[in-house]
């Protein structure tokens, strides 16, 4: 039997996509499966298989039915690696025959954006390349690409451990793929201190236990609250008890207040940005294979080899958050996989995620992920988005009209009836946002999540 860790263990690297299945299944072929392998059987056809479970497979030693297509040198043996001579063999052959065939180039062109420079360099056949020419990642089929929408919660304001069973659950129910909350140890505006709020990594790590598909994370975790083996100790645990469905986001710390009541230091913003540059290189470090070591102003770590190791490989996602400023673009740019901006206007959007871009493009690194956090108030009409909207308003304690909250929201939030949402977040789209996380303050309106899932999801996608 596969475990969820192995199919899910290159999902970073693929992103192809369902459509894989449709692509493999010209070449209805037998697996070969190399003896002593359990729980795989010989004569299981790549139709029966997801893209990730090609990989997994070849990870455990099933060989993909070798495909015979002369002069791939370099770029067959790449190839092969990742997806599986099937897909090879299509590609070259749809080259050939001079078809751009939208959804081959979304898939294929897709893994050749994200494979390391090294490897892209060594594809040299020459109808490959000339079926990912012009390839744009932000294109699917002629439009632009999906919107990702997941679930963020503020766990500081009240959130109890029934109300995230509750959550997760309905999230999974409705096919959200990822449920993040913040990392904060209290209510943050002092208006409501009997709100409690339980450990986010503790929350992260028990719901990691009762969830199947569901990814989960922090958005983000400050590293004024742990160290920085710490939170590499956790996130590991967390991703060996999902089997493979963590990503750590990490952050400088912003709440004064909160460091002091909770005696965490809260050193000046340059000092806390030096400390989340050291911490970005121990948590990597620490998941790493083979012993580590780091000597920095804040940390020093001899001859470390912790285990476990994550489950996912080379290790989960690391999402930095900010506002994209000099010193947070240029450390995204060299140690993180995506890159999270709050709140931001469809102006911040563009003018961030271009400083983003051109980070990693002086680090000699594709443009990584760019995300944002942003409150989202969305009604099935406008009866059901006034009430949500009016029900909003009295959990935050806010005296704003409906009507004026409406017609005004606040700054880079996203408001309306289905259609306009999904106006919004096509505008988002087109200023380079891949995911949205979807703050939802009325953290017990699961049918909000729901309306998130059935109806606003597929919109975007």
């Not at 599986?84 to 893994?111: I, K, M, Q």
């Not at 309106?445 to 999801?457: K, P």
Request: hydrophobic fraction near 40%.
């Amino acid at each position: 039997e596969l475990a969820i860790s192995d199919l899910d263990r290159e999902q970073r690297i693929l992103h192809l996509g369902d459509h894989v299945i449709g692509l493999l299944g010209r070449f209805d072929r037998p697996l070969e499966v190399d003896a002593g392998v359990t729980g795989v059987h010989s004569g299981r056809t790549v139709t029966e298989l997801t893209g990730r479970e090609l990989v997994a497979l070849r990870e455990l030693g099933v060989r993909a039915p070798r495909a015979s297509v002369g002069g791939l040198n370099g770029a067959e043996e790449l190839l092969l690696e990742y997806v599986g001579g099937p897909l090879v063999d299509l590609v070259v052959r749809l080259a050939e025959r001079g078809n751009r065939s939208p959804e081959l180039l979304d898939g294929v062109g897709e893994l050749v954006q994200q494979l390391p420079a090294r490897g892209f360099a060594r594809i040299r056949h020459r109808p490959f390349r000339l079926a990912c020419r012009g390839y744009d990642p932000t294109v699917t089929n002629g439009r632009r690409r999906p919107v990702q929408l997941c679930l963020m919660i503020e766990g500081q304001e009240g959130v109890s451990w029934p109300e995230w069973v509750a959550l997760a659950r309905a999230c999974e129910e409705h096919r959200i793929p990822a449920l993040f909350r913040s990392d904060h140890c209290m209510n943050l505006d002092g208006s409501h201190p009997e709100r409690a709020a339980l450990d986010a990594w503790a929350t992260v790590c028990a719901l990691a236990a009762l969830t199947t598909n569901l990814r989960l994370g922090t958005l983000v975790s400050p590293v004024t609250f742990r160290h920085p083996s710490s939170i590499a100790k956790l996130a590991a645990s967390a991703d060996r008890i999902s089997g493979g469905r963590i990503e750590l986001g990490l952050g400088a710390g912003w709440h004064a207040r909160e460091h002091a009541a909770y005696g965490f230091p809260f050193p000046p913003a340059p000092e806390r940005i030096d400390i989340l540059a050291e911490q970005l290189q121990v948590v990597l470090g620490s998941w790493a294979e083979g012993p580590f070591s780091f000597d920095g102003e804040h940390y020093r770590l001899e001859d470390l080899d912790a285990r476990p190791k994550p489950v996912q490989r080379p290790h989960p996602p690391v999402i930095m958050g900010g506002t994209a400023g000099p010193r947070s673009a240029a450390l995204a740019a060299r140690y993180a996989d995506e890159y999270n901006t709050p709140f931001p206007s469809e102006a911040d959007v563009r003018s961030r995620r271009q400083r983003i871009v051109e980070a990693c493009s002086a680090a000699g690194r594709e443009a990584i992920p760019f995300s944002i956090m942003t409150a989202l108030v969305a009604g099935a009409d406008a009866a059901d988005l006034r009430d949500r909207a009016r029900r909003l308003l009295a959990r935050t304690g806010s005296s704003q009209d409906v009507d004026a909250m409406l017609a005004e929201p606040p700054h880079g939030w996203i408001v309306g009836t289905i259609e306009q949402v999904v106006e919004q977040l096509n505008v988002l789209r087109e200023a380079g946002v891949s995911r949205v996380m979807c703050q939802q303050l009325l953290h017990d309106d699961l049918e909000a999540v729901a309306l998130l899932g059935r109806q606003l999801a597929p919109r975007v996608a």
